[in-house]
T-cell receptor, first 114, second 111 residues
Framework: DTGVSQDPRHKITKRGQNVTFRCDPI?????LYWYRQTLGQGPEFLTY????????KSRLLSDRFSAERPKGSFSTLEIQRTEQGDSAMYLC????????????FGSGTQLSVL | QQPVQSPQAVILREGEDAVINCSSS?????VHWYRQKHGEAPVFLMI?????EQKGHDKISASFNEKKQQSSLYLTASQLSYSGTYFC????????????FGTGTRLTIIP
């Protein structure tokens, strides 16, 4: 069990650029979640997958955001035409259906949009 | 709707006890507790289910009062390693896997 890994750890980009983050969940976990966290706040749900199917997407997620989980393994979160308001920590978490909703979080990708 | 946590921050000396509360305006089906240290990922502590059961994890325990729609986290004889921000999370509705997290309680333990 190597834990949930996210790449990159930090990303600095200019407004208007596209960015993509990757998450590798714990291998036997079938659920994968994306959350966003800003300073002093709790994580906010963005979207989640069960295997390769994206089951729910938050209203917070504008059309500029897209997430995929091909073959039910790793996941990518892409933000197009970034805005300063997108600056946040993007957290990925995974869970195993039979273990209920116990989430294992990755260390996150800190995005700064200049 | 986001659960409300209190206090927002607390400073304790090593060995003292603390209580962190989590309240919701909506019916609670379960309450999840996580701890996040600065610059690290949130780490799962425990899940409380309907029925008011109290769970324990080392010297950290929690209760769930379904009627009052709140949960409390108890930290007994706090250790330096307990420092961090504690979040409660509640499912949007029954059977929903999506958690809504509170704003957090920052706990600082000093020697």
């Amino acid at each position: 069990d190597t834990g949930v890994s996210q790449d990159p750890r930090h990303k600095i980009t200019k407004r208007g650029q596209n960015v993509t983050f990757r998450c590798d969940p714990i291998s036997e976990h079938n659920r994968l979640y994306w959350y966003r966290q800003t300073l002093g706040q709790g994580p906010e749900f963005l979207t989640y997958f069960q295997n390769e199917a994206q089951l729910e997407k938050s209203r917070l997620l504008s059309d500029r955001f897209s997430a995929e989980r091909p073959k039910g393994s790793f996941s990518t979160l892409e933000i197009q035409r970034t805005e300063q308001g997108d600056s946040a920590m993007y957290l990925c978490a995974s869970s195993f259906l039979q273990e209920g909703e116990k989430l294992f979080f990755g260390s996150g990708t800190q995005l700064s949009v200049l | 709707q986001q659960p409300v946590q209190s206090p927002q921050a607390v400073i304790l000396r090593e060995g003292e006890d603390a209580v962190i509360n989590c309240s919701s305006s909506k019916a609670l089906y379960s309450v999840h507790w996580y701890r996040q240290k600065h610059g690290e990922a949130p780490v799962f502590l425990m899940i409380l289910l309907k029925g008011g059961e109290q769970k324990g994890h080392d010297k950290i325990s929690a209760s769930f009062n379904e009627k009052k729609q709140q949960s409390s986290l108890y930290l007994t004889a706090s250790q330096l390693s307990y420092s961090g921000t504690y979040f409660c999370g509640t499912p949007v509705n029954f059977g929903n896997e999506k958690l809504t997290f509170g704003t957090g309680t920052r706990l600082t333990i000093i020697p």
